[in-house]
């Protein structure tokens, strides 16, 4: 999945804390998605962008923000951490043919 | 809103059978429909890339095809091997009005097939 890169890769917060995920894309790329993946649930979208300086709701908003002031990044901030946020996150990018993924980040909230 | 479905939720078959997948969309006001296959513990790789004007589109033993007015997909796959086995999902943008005008931002999955193939 060249282009797109997540980080961290894996972490581990206790309720209550804060933390920024960062998702990086080099192919100049107007959208930029977050999600969240659960055993059974599929691929929940989270946040999206169509555009630098632009951020939308998706299905599963509550208790995360984003931001998007620059192209190439998109950020997605757990304010509060919470157990139901153990997860893991995905982000992709799309231009105007395919959207490419991120590895992933394995979020635990203990 | 645009629900995507994909039906069987499971497959277990032999290696060397042909097999085909579903993608089912209920809007069919669609830019495009791709293709992912996902590896336990890993990311989405992307497969096939059909465009809302083409009817199909083929990689190596892989074969998708569109058909937009029944909002429906098809995902072949010829002679499958045991390295075929992932989950294979299904995703289409959607047409969505916001505040920098329309575009096809929304991107909208299925919930998988998960595949797997015995030797």
């Known amino acids: 999945n060249a282009g797109v890169t997540q980080t961290p890769k894996f972490r581990v917060l206790k309720t209550g804390q804060s933390m920024t995920l960062l998702c990086a894309q080099d192919m100049n790329h107007e959208y930029m998605y977050w999600y969240r993946q659960d055993p059974g649930m599929g691929l929940r979208l989270i946040h999206y962008?169509?555009?630098?300086?632009?951020?939308a709701k998706g299905e599963v908003p509550d208790g995360y923000n984003v931001s998007r002031l620059k192209k190439q990044n998109f950020l997605l901030g757990l304010e509060s951490a919470a157990p139901s946020q153990t997860s893991v996150y995905f982000c992709?990018?799309?231009?105007?043919?395919?959207?490419?993924f991120g590895q992933g980040t394995r979020l635990t909230v203990v | 809103k645009q629900e995507v479905t994909q039906i069987p939720a499971a497959l277990s078959v032999p290696e060397g059978e042909n097999l085909v997948l579903n993608c089912s969309f209920t809007?069919?006001?669609?830019?495009?429909l791709q293709w992912f296959r996902q590896d336990p513990g890993k990311g989405l790789t992307s497969l096939l890339l059909?465009?809302?004007?083409?009817r199909e589109q083929t990689s190596g033993r892989l074969n998708a095809s569109l058909d937009k007015s029944s909002g429906r997909s098809t995902l072949y796959i010829a002679a499958s091997q045991p390295g075929d086995s992932a989950t294979y999902l299904c995703a289409v943008p959607k047409l969505a009005v916001g505040r920098g005008g329309t575009s096809y931002g929304k991107l909208t999955f299925g919930q998988g097939t998960i595949l797997t193939v015995h030797p």
């Open positions: 809007d069919s006001a669609i830019y495009n």
């Open positions: 992709a990018s799309r231009g105007n043919t395919e959207a490419f």
């Open positions: 059909i465009q809302s004007s083409q």
């Open positions: 962008s169509v555009g630098e300086g632009t951020t």
